[in-house]
């Protein structure tokens, strides 16, 4: 398994941590929670290639 993903998850979810401490130290909660979902979002379009290389490989694995 490669290992670039997790760290890029991580970076990520570092920055969108600080973004939000700042965001909600300003009074600004409602851009905190908009960084928070944008974060999310990036997270899952890095994942969504990686989950349809695995069902290639389950394809491949098993005949289908």
Do not use: C, H, P, W
Request: zero cysteines; proline letters at 0%; charged letters at 15%.
């Amino acid at each position: 398994m490669n290992v670039d993903i997790l760290f890029q998850i991580a970076a990520v979810g570092i920055v969108v941590a600080v973004l939000n401490q700042i965001l909600v130290k300003s009074d600004r909660s409602e851009q905190a929670m908009l960084v928070s979902v944008a974060g999310i979002i990036v997270v899952l379009f890095m994942l969504v290639s990686r989950i349809g290389e695995l069902f290639e490989t389950m394809k491949a694995v098993f005949g289908l």
